[in-house]
């Protein structure tokens, strides 16, 4: 078993990857297309941890720790901290929604970012990271979609037009969200093996950086540079 105390960014990742793929990938399926799926993904990724780390003394995985989704913890000081967000492949592929809009998926990651460093100042052997599962439901393929209530469906939707086909709506988004993250620190993208929901199907990646420093804030214009 991987010890606690020295977990890193690949070990993490491979933690990360098993625990989404003893999930089924009909239920998986199923949260994705049916509401916003970064506390469920959080839960299992943490109870993964709580059974497949060697933890030891006062060592264990907690939830919201000092507001952060997740932590491993020796008693009251923290090993490891983990910040999670979900976008769907719309909001990856539209650069105004990635970088530029009030709400971007920049800002939130950002904002995440210079959360874990500050708790990484009062706590220097913690290491921090932040992570972003992006995914797409191809509600093409069924035509009558709205009967099955599905989440985002029109920005789903909108995306696919957009982008001319739901497979190249996933490569661009996919894409833009590698770039992306790299900009932040090392990145180990991990694919999420999910079934269909009614018919339609559901591209998902998972994303984990390891944040070694706070990010200076116009590391947008690095990202859009990469992007272009």
């Known amino acids: 078993m991987i010890q606690a105390r020295s977990i890193d960014l690949d070990q993490l990742a ?53 507001k952060h989704d997740l932590a491993v913890m020796e008693a009251n000081q923290p090993l490891l901290i983990i910040e999670g967000k979900s976008w769907i492949s719309h909001d990856a592929y539209r650069t105004s929604k990635l970088l530029k809009d009030k709400k971007s998926i920049f800002n939130g990651t950002y904002s995440d970012a210079m959360k874990l460093t500050k708790t990484k100042k009062k706590y220097p052997l913690s290491r921090i990271f932040i992570s972003t599962v992006i995914y797409g439901v191809d509600v093409d393929r069924v035509p009558d979609y709205e009967k099955f209530n599905v989440t985002y469906g029109e920005s789903h939707a909108k995306g696919i037009s957009s982008a001319g086909s739901f497979d190249e709506l996933i490569s661009q988004a996919r894409s833009h969200a590698t770039l992306f993250h790299l900009e932040f620190g090392a990145t180990r993208r991990l694919p999420i093996e999910v079934g269909t929901y009614h018919g339609m199907r559901i591209q998902a990646d998972f994303y984990l950086t390891e944040i070694v420093k706070a990010p200076k804030r116009d590391l947008i214009s690095q990202i859009e540079r990469s992007l272009n």
């Open 14 to 66: 491979y933690l990360a990857d098993s625990a989404f793929k003893d999930e089924s990938p009909k239920d998986l399926a199923f949260m994705f297309a049916t509401g916003k799926s970064e506390g469920y993904l959080r839960d299992v990724l943490g109870a993964y941890l709580n059974g497949h780390l060697f933890l030891e003394n006062l060592q264990h995985v907690t939830r919201e720790w000092k």
